[in-house]
């Protein structure tokens, strides 16, 4: 599908590859992966021909069709989902052209095209795609005009989805998706059938969605076969054997030139120096290889201890324009909590945020912050409060009025930044960097209460670590909302939910969480000790039943349920195990059609060979718009037996 030869591309100087060479078969779900500034989002632009390289050549299947989300949707009069459907410029062009067509051959090629692609299901295929991406059934008939330029990001991503590319170009596409979003991507992805190159600092989406890693590290591009823990495994091992190796040769070396300069001039040595002297001229030593962790942050600890709770919700309702978002709140927070924040969008986890932070007031019920409470607020939006023409040094100097210059730089390593980068505008700082200077900032005073609201946006995988070693380092309690899953597990031990306008604790984990929201387990919602999530409404609590009888009810119930669901089950099995077996089938009709011994022969051969590959995508397609309209139902089937 995608081939690259000795590719040399160089951006102001500065070789960004020098002769990297890869292979990615028709099918291949792969991620890219480098440290910041390697030139990842500049090889998708090389693959788009945006950019010509230097040197070597970049080659994809003739009529392979690529696809990458540039840009947000435009902010056009059409609705979400005639603009997702639009994407799909063949079947639009046909039908156009069917309105307007008066010969009759013509009109039964059109029509059977627009069956052989499965057009009948585009709007349902459509919808899946858009509730997935988190647009519910009314902001899915809203113009797209009305959204704001993340949602109309999502609006991009699911038309380049609807699209189905022979080749998806993906570049941090869960940057702008919240965990549920993310997880539905995960999902997603990893039943798309044609190939992937998707950029991501993502781990759990690169371990679940794609099958390899590309990795680009000085210039160079190497292939790895399985998800980014294998990578990272098969890595550290490369690493050790190759910097061994090179260890014992340097070693040889040393040993060897020892003698060199020790008997080069005695005549009865000379013989023996000359030959140690080749020798040595023909080993070369491999490089050493190094983990690319990033520079390590920590962030200062509360410089003063509080009571508990330190944020106390008494029936608290808040919003905008008079209008409440979240209502009913009863929650605390104490000194050393550990919350993430989980919720479909929309449904108030910013808003909170803002609360807690003192950016919003409450609009019923009361907020109790304890005395000297310091916050330290966190969010995306505040990047842009960032002076372009500053430096970090300049940036800190407001708040290290009497300090030293030396003292000021140490505060500022402190943050994760290289001495080179000290002195290097705002403006000119990466986004990772910028992401680094504004954590640094917000929590310059030492906060009692750090609230992170998508903190890792701009950080590869290596900062992403930091990021978590430097929160389970800190001592004062943290909020988070974020999609990255790794860094949620990795760093809290509570689950709150945004959810029917109020805040509740979740007793599950994200696992239970994530078969809630896929409709994939049965006891939907529970908890691995058995319990169902707190009640996000207000229903009144039921009356206690003998525990014997109480679990008599609940199997005769789940029994019900589960026979209810079982046919639609048994059609899904049934789609995926047809999607697995076509897929095969037309890898190896792929194979066969890029063997170039096949076009010296007789020509029907070939003509057959395509006509079975267009019949073998048609199932295909069928088969997928059965498992996506079962997908739906199971979906209906679930919310009914719940609500």
């Known amino acids: 599908m995608l081939s690259i030869e000795n590719l040399t591309y160089r951006i102001e100087g500065r070789k960004l590859f020098d002769g990297a060479s890869l292979n990615l078969p028709a099918g291949t779900k792969a991620g890219l992966v480098g440290s910041n ?22 080659s994809v299947f003739k009529r392979a069709r690529i696809g990458a989300v540039a840009q947000e949707a435009p902010a056009t009069a059409d609705t979400v989902l005639d603009m997702v459907m639009m994407a799909d410029t063949e079947r639009s062009a046909l039908l156009t052209e069917a309105e307007t067509a008066t010969d009759g051959g013509r009109i039964a090629d059109i029509h059977m095209r627009l069956a052989e692609i499965a057009a009948h299901t585009a709007e349902a295929r459509a919808s899946a795609i858009l509730k997935g991406l988190g647009f519910d059934k009314n902001r899915r008939n ?44 995960e999902k997603y992805l990893a039943i798309y059938p044609y190939t992937v190159l998707l950029i991501s600092h993502d781990r759990e989406l690169l371990n679940k969605a794609v099958s390899s890693i590309v990795h ?73 290889m190094f983990d690319e962790n990033a520079m390590p942050f920590s962030f200062p600890q509360p410089k003063r201890s509080v009571a508990a709770p330190i944020v106390d919700f008494d ?14 709140i009863n929650m605390r927070i104490d000194p050393e909590d550990r919350i993430a924040l989980i919720g479909i969008n929309g449904n108030g986890k910013s808003t909170l945020a803002k609360l807690i932070a003192g950016d919003l007031n409450t609009m019923g019920g009361a907020i109790k912050r304890a005395r000297k409470l310091e916050v330290a607020y966190f969010a995306q939006h505040q990047m842009d409060k960032l002076i372009p023409t500053e430096t970090p040094l300049q940036h800190i100097e407001p708040l290290t009025p009497y300090d ?16 080179s980068r000290m002195d290097t505008p705002a403006g000119k700082l990466s986004g990772g960097e910028r992401a680094r200077l504004l954590l640094g900032l917000v929590t310059f005073a030492g906060p009692n209460l750090l609230i992170l609201d998508e903190p890792t946006n701009h950080l590869d ?23 990255d899953r790794h860094l949620i597990e990795a760093t809290v031990d509570r689950l709150w939910i945004a959810h029917k306008g109020t805040i509740t604790e979740y007793e ?63 059609t899904i099995s049934q789609a995926e195990a047809m999607i697995v077996r076509l897929d095969r089938d037309i890898g190896r009709v792929e194979k066969k059609l890029t063997d170039p011994k096949l076009y010296e022969g007789d020509a029907a051969d070939a003509i057959q060979l395509t006509v079975e590959k267009a019949r073998l995508e048609n199932a295909r397609g069928q088969a997928e718009a059965e498992w996506l309209e079962a997908e739906m139902a199971l979906e209906k089937a679930l919310k009914a037996q719940t609500d």
Request: hydrophobic share 35%; charged share 30%.
């Open 315 to 328: 029936n608290t309702a808040v919003g905008y324009d008079g209008e409440a978002v979240l209502t009913s």
């Open 216 to 288: 680009l590290e000085g210039g160079r591009l190497t292939f790895y076969r399985g998800a980014y823990d294998t990578f990272e495994n098969t890595r550290r091992v490369q690493m050790e054997l190759n910097n061994k190796a090179r260890e014992k040769m340097v070693g040889q070396i040393a040993h060897m030139q020892a003698f060199v300069d020790r008997f080069r001039y005695k005549a009865s040595k000379a013989r023996q120096a000359q030959a140690r002297l080749k020798a040595i001229s023909k080993l070369n030593p491999p490089d050493a």
């Open 404 to 419: 030293s210059e030396a003292k000021r730089r140490s505060r500022v390593a402190q943050m994760g930044l290289t001495i």
């Open 508 to 570: 599950g984990d994200l696992d239970d969480y994530q078969r809630a929201l896929t409709g994939s387990d049965r006891d939907k919602g529970k908890s691995k000790n058995g319990r169902q999530p707190a009640k996000t409404g207000h229903e009144p609590a039921k009356p206690e039943q003998n525990p014997t009888t109480a679990r008599k009810s609940e199997r005769k119930a789940s029994a019900v349920r589960r026979a209810e669901i079982a046919p639609l089950r048994k």
């Open 461 to 483: 995988i290596d900062s992403r670590a930091a990021l978590i070693q430097a929160l389970n380092d800190f001592e004062g309690a943290v909020l988070i909302i974020s999609h």
């Open 37 to 58: 500034g390697s030139g990842k989002t500049t090889l998708l632009r090389l693959i788009q021909k945006e950019l010509s390289p230097d040197d070597g050549e970049i």
């Open 142 to 185: 809203e113009p797209c005009a009305k959204l704001s330029g993340g949602w109309r990001m999502r609006v991009s991503l699911a038309g380049m989805l609807f699209s189905k590319p022979d080749l998806l170009l993906l570049d941090e596409p869960t940057n702008y998706l919240d965990l549920e979003g993310a997880l539905w991507l």
